[in-house]
């Protein structure tokens, strides 16, 4: 079912996971691009929602500020590994102890081309999009690493297998972010297109807000938009509705 179109007001607090839902997924990280007038369109959302609205997303935040320059959001990275306040304070979860998976993807991925390792603050991406024949390989490899390692957790998501510290997620990001203004009571909603975001679905469903799976899938959200453009094209009536109320 779509988002009602009142679902998106004044009184929102906004959440939106970035690669697959605000920007098409691309064979390799570093090679996602960001639509014209993407900026523009956050920006004005930003002020709309006096601040209440932040990128939720597995990405490290080196990563993303480029692509959204000049525009710098509050936001958790990493699935929530790292966190950043409208104040722009960075806040990080204690460091797991990534080598032994982070040797076990680098030794995997040197064996077979296509493979890309990702090496963030908190976490370890493994992507197969280029090889995905390898797709169980990476799950057995990354899980016998996992399960070397007290306190870190496997989390499969689109073409891409990470680690990161047990505990640490999308949902208990929004939840941390809904106990500070601007987004204290306010009703929160979250948009996401994969697995990854399921946590995050459940946590502002939980708080009385609504959760949008972008694209096929089951998931636990309420609503649903088919693609990219249709997320933009939602974000975009709002602005729109606010400029000619």
Not at 225 to 242: E, H, I, K
Request: charged share 20%; with cysteine; glycine share 10%.
């Amino acid at each position: 079912m779509s988002p009602p179109a009142l679902l998106l007001n004044e009184r929102t607090a906004l959440f939106l996971d970035f690669d697959g839902t605000l920007a098409e997924l691309a064979p390799r990280p570093d090679a996602v691009a960001v639509a014209h007038g993407l900026v523009p369109l956050l920006q004005r959302l930003h002020g709309r929602l006096d601040g209440a609205l932040a990128l939720i997303t597995g990405r490290a935040q080196p990563d993303i500020d480029p692509l959204l320059a000049p525009l710098t959001l509050p936001g958790a990275f990493e699935h929530g590994g790292v966190r950043r306040t409208r104040h722009g304070l960075l806040t990080m979860h204690d460091l797991p102890d990534l080598a032994p998976v982070l040797a076990a993807a680098r030794a995997l991925a040197a064996r077979h081309p296509g493979l890309l390792v990702e090496h963030k603050r908190t976490a370890v991406a493994l992507h197969y999009r280029l090889a995905p024949e390898m797709a169980a390989q990476c799950v057995r490899t990354l899980s016998e690493a996992v399960g070397n390692t007290p306190g870190l957790q496997l989390l499969p998501g689109k073409a891409v297998i990470e680690v990161k510290q047990a505990g640490v997620d999308k949902g208990a990001a929004i939840a941390a972010f809904m106990a500070e203004p601007p987004f204290v009571g306010r009703q929160p909603v979250f948009v996401g297109d994969d697995t990854t975001d399921e946590a995050g679905f459940d946590t502002v469903q939980r708080l009385g807000g609504a959760g949008i799976k972008v694209g096929p899938g089951d998931s636990l959200a309420r609503y649903r938009l088919p693609d990219t453009t249709a997320v933009q094209q939602w974000l975009r009536d709002f602005a729109l509705r606010s400029d000619h109320p």
